[in-house]
């Protein structure tokens, strides 16, 4: 007889990762899929990085480091912070972990005791809600809205917190809408955040150079609010490295000695030839390594925004960052073919595998079942695939 605890019962398998296996499913089964169900970028680590890595290995930088990181990686991560985003670290207010992911579970881990609030706006990242559920904290969806660009406003804010309230958790550039917060936007938000002394920002970066609206926005920016920020970044996105398992927290030292405490006793540091590659990707030059990347990403998008205008009903808004477009689908609710009847976004998201042969992730997986997420992380020959079996399958609902 199995008996799982309830901790893991509650908890619920990550859809995007869910999606991707069922494609590779497929795919092992002989079906053509195309996979825009993950966030991974298509290109490869640069190469700079990966001679780096190699020459770590070379010299058998294979010993445990400081739970944290090393601390020459760890002053280069403050580098980093007061170049891009002139904001001052000092490397005891470091955590470099495995992948942002375990980043932003030590922050909820060390800050949430069951039944604090916090506030969440919605669409959200997959994982934010299934994290709160193993700190037993109460997640507080704040719906947001296409016509608004899917950002929540100050006043929203405001009316969301209550003397439970402990944290907020917010992504800019935003996955799975990829939209950018402005400067003003998020000062609106600090203030209100100001207000309120035990409520802290946990504001998840990652997507920082994939941007195309100029230069990014940190929240910890505002000094008025800076001790009360906690910023998760890393390698995977920006630089090509999912696979390497790079994950940034720059937060107030009390916080950043809690993650490392709580770190210990999970995983201790992160791979140490990774931590090679991060000291690498810190220093890059960004119009030569970055850029390139985040220009592509900016031409994939404007060509799937213009396949999309082809498709009746797919309601967008236009994304400022990241690598997604998260069209609002309720057109196609009530219609039907063959066996599918289209209810919600996740019966489309079946359908389009189905029939389409094209596996994306419904909106209920971050938070609301009226869209889907299209990840363009991928050629622009299967970008153009995508959206011709996409309208054809769209086509054959009535």
């Not at 609030?117 to 994290?131: D, G, K, M, R, T």
């Not at 970055?290 to 205008?309: G, T, W």
């Not at 992380?377 to 695939?385: D, H, Q, R, V």
Request: hydrophobic content about 40%.
């Amino acid at each position: 007889m199995t008996h799982l605890s309830n901790r893991v019962n509650k908890i619920s398998e990550s859809q995007t990762i869910a999606m991707a296996r069922k494609s590779r499913e497929l795919k092992a089964a002989g079906i053509d899929i195309i996979s825009l169900s993950l966030g991974e970028p298509d290109f490869s680590t640069p190469q700079i990085i990966k001679d780096t890595a190699k020459k770590a290995i070379d010299e058998n930088f294979s010993y445990y480091t400081h739970v944290s990181g090393y601390l020459e990686l760890r002053e280069a991560i403050c580098g980093k912070f007061k170049r891009d985003n002139n904001l001052v670290y000092t490397p005891d207010q470091i955590v470099v972990s495995t992948g942002a992911k375990q980043s932003i579970a030590n922050a909820v881990l060390c800050l949430i005791n069951p039944g604090d609030e916090v506030i969440v706006p919605a669409p959200f990242w997959v994982s934010y809600l299934e994290i709160l559920k193993l700190a037993e904290g109460t997640p507080v969806i704040v719906d947001t809205k296409i016509d608004a660009d899917f950002k929540i406003t100050s006043a929203q804010l405001e009316k969301a917190i209550t003397p439970k309230s402990r944290l907020i958790m917010l992504s800019t550039p935003c996955n799975p809408t990829g939209s950018v917060y402005t400067k003003a936007e998020l000062k609106a938000l600090a203030e209100v955040v100001a207000k309120h002394e035990e409520l802290y920002i946990l504001s998840d970066e990652i997507y920082e150079h994939i941007n195309f609206v100029g230069g990014h926005e940190s929240f910890a920016q505002f000094d008025f609010i800076k001790e009360r920020v906690i910023t998760i970044n890393g390698v995977s996105k920006g630089f090509a490295m999912t696979g390497w398992r790079g994950g940034i927290m720059a937060a107030p030292k009390w916080i950043a000695q809690a993650c490392d405490k709580m770190q210990g006793q999970f995983t201790s540091a992160t791979c140490s030839i990774t931590q090679k590659a991060m000291h690498k990707a810190m220093e890059l030059d960004y119009d030569t390594y970055i850029k390139p990347m985040r220009d592509a990403f900016l031409k994939r998008r404007d060509l799937v925004l213009s396949l999309m205008k082809e498709i009746p009903g797919l309601k967008t808004n236009v994304p400022q960052g990241a690598f997604y477009v998260y069209p609002e689908v309720t057109y196609y609710f009530g219609k039907k073919y063959k066996d599918h009847v289209i209810n919600n976004a996740t019966d489309l998201s079946l359908y389009l595998l189905d029939e389409g042969h094209l596996a994306l992730v419904p909106g209920a997986a971050f938070g609301d079942d009226i869209y889907i997420r299209f990840s363009y992380a991928t050629s622009e020959e299967n970008l153009k695939e995508a959206l011709k079996r996409m309208k054809e399958a769209l086509a054959k609902l009535q």
